[in-house]
């Protein structure tokens, strides 16, 4: 079973400054990375997938880069809304699994 | 426009049955898998299965398999998560979403989640 490491747990940061996150996976796990962030009391949204394709609608201060077992999400600018809880996650086509990150939680 | 609407809020007991669901509209249903995913109060995000409406192939999580049930009735577009007896550990947040469109290792669209609390 590939496990998924975010690091760190908490990231503080001030806006306008840039917020880099790491996702780290037990093995290789190709370019099948998504990236998602969570505000309190909402659903998780899409930012990332395939490790450096945004979603529709994502800005493009937000990237994703990386392969095989280590990614990177960043936020070249941060603005008050991106303050939030940013998962990543594998996807496995067999036996089929899609595994999270425990998320890295972005405060001020 | 993609939506998915899922169903309330529910108080259960331990030991009860609980069947909540998902309706998707503004796509093809049947042709999009549905995922359903469990975040227990102050955690982070399991994956526990998945389902494809057209003709209701279903995996599971090993952590969840046997412990819930998914299902799906493709002519009201709706997918189901199903429990047989609830255990206080139940108690969640779970939500449903959708394979991805442009790439099926990721999830596309989520809906707003249904809150299940299992207390005696």
């Known amino acids: 079973e590939i496990v998924m490491t975010q690091s760190p747990a908490t990231l503080s940061v001030s806006p306008g400054e840039r917020a880099t996150f790491s996702c780290r996976a037990s093995?290789?796990?190709?370019?099948?990375l998504a990236w998602y962030q969570q505000k309190p009391g909402q659903a998780p949204r899409l930012l990332i997938y395939?490790?450096?394709t945004r979603a529709t609608g994502v800005p493009a201060r937000f990237s994703g880069s990386g392969s095989g077992t280590e990614f990177t999400l960043t936020i070249s600018s941060l603005r008050s809304e991106d303050f939030a809880v940013y998962y990543c996650?594998?996807?496995?086509?067999?036996?089929?699994?899609?595994?999270f990150g425990q998320g890295t939680k972005l405060e001020i | 426009e993609v939506q998915l609407v899922q169903s309330g809020a529910e108080v259960k007991k331990p030991g009860e049955s609980l069947k909540i669901s998902c309706k998707g509209s503004?796509?093809?249903?049947?042709?999009?898998?549905i995922a359903w995913v469990r975040q227990m109060p102050g955690k982070g995000l399991e994956w526990m299965g998945i389902?494809?409406?057209?003709?209701?192939?279903?995996r599971y999580s090993p952590s969840f398999q046997g412990q819930v049930t998914i299902s799906a009735d493709q002519s009201i577009s709706t997918a189901y998560l199903q429990w047989t007896s609830l255990k206080a550990s139940d108690t969640a947040m779970y939500y449903c979403?959708?394979?991805?469109?442009?790439?099926?290792?990721?999830?596309?669209?989520w809906g707003q989640g249904s809150l299940v609390t299992v207390s005696s």
């Open positions: 395939g490790a450096s």
């Open positions: 389902i494809y409406p057209g003709d209701s192939d279903t």
């Open positions: 503004g796509y093809s249903f049947r042709n999009y898998w």
């Open positions: 979403a959708r394979r991805g469109e442009h790439s099926s290792s990721c999830f596309d669209y």
């Open positions: 093995q290789s796990v190709s370019s099948n």
């Open positions: 996650q594998h996807f496995n086509n067999w036996p089929l699994m899609y595994t």
